[in-house]
T-cell receptor
Framework: GQQVMQIPQYQHVQEGEDFTTYCNSS?????IQWYKQRPGGHPVFLIQ?????EVKKQKRLTFQFGEAKKNSSLHITATQTTDVGTYFC???????????FGSGTQLTVLP | DTGVSQNPRHKITKRGQNVTFRCDPI?????LYWYRQTLGQGPEFLTY????????KSRLLSDRFSAERPKGSFSTLEIQRTEQGDSAMYLC????????????FGEGSWLTVV
């Protein structure tokens, strides 16, 4: 079946530093979604990318979808303590009714 | 709050007992999903409903697991004869029936089997 891998698994940064997480799929994706899960919380939808090479920005967050639609990245500029959490990418599998999630990147921001 | 609601939020049960979780999706959503998440991992798909019809089930969903959505609104997930390996957070999610397939998760139900 489809596999979605994320690196790094953990990242510790000083507040104000940048952060990037990378996502790779074993198959071409029709779209990719990103979610954030705060400690003790549930995944919250951030964004969906559909087009090859697409770049979207949300304030300090920049999301990219690769040209081959098999990889994606999330970059956070000037991290803040509110950015703490685990960031997951997810891609539709099969009939596209189910999402395959990566194992996530856990971000810690040190004040 | 009109988000996805799940209960109970926490359940501790002895091995071999049955447990049931309930999910109330966002009212306008006709798709409902169950996922399972263990510590340090992303959510894993279990099953999916469109209205009252259960259209997909993961191979992860053993015979001890059963899910229903009798009237196309709320859903229940029952685990029979629980095992320690069932300890996890069970997440319900819902979405519109659209190609974008953005799903909205509930806060989850934590299960601990002792």
């Amino acid at each position: 079946g489809q596999q979605v891998m994320q690196i790094p698994q953990y990242q510790h940064v000083q507040e104000g530093e940048d952060f990037t997480t990378y996502c790779n799929s074993s198959t071409t994706l029709s779209n990719i979604q990103w979610y954030k899960q705060r400690p003790g919380g549930h995944p919250v939808f951030l964004i969906q990318l559909v087009k090859s090479g697409e770049v979207k920005k949300q304030k300090r967050l920049t999301f990219q979808f690769g040209e081959a639609k098999k990889n994606s990245s999330l970059h956070i500029t000037a991290t803040q303590t509110t950015d703490v959490g685990t960031y997951f990418c997810a891609g539709p599998e099969g009939s596209a009714r189910q999402l395959t999630f990566g194992s996530g990147t856990q971000l810690t921001v040190l004040p | 709050d009109t988000g996805v609601s799940q209960n109970p939020r926490h359940k501790i049960t002895k091995r071999g007992q049955n447990v049931t979780f309930r999910c109330d999706p966002i009212s306008e959503h006709n798709r409902l999903y169950w996922y399972r998440q263990t510590l340090g991992q992303g959510p894993e798909f279990l099953t999916y409903f469109q209205n009252e019809a259960q259209l997909e089930k993961s191979r992860l969903l053993s015979d001890r697991f059963s899910a229903e959505r009798p009237k196309g609104s709320f859903s229940t997930l029952e685990i029979q004869r629980t095992e320690q390996g069932d300890s996890a957070m069970y997440l319900c999610a819902s979405s519109f029936n659209s190609p974008g397939n953005t799903i909205y998760f509930g806060e989850g139900s934590w299960l601990t089997v002792v």
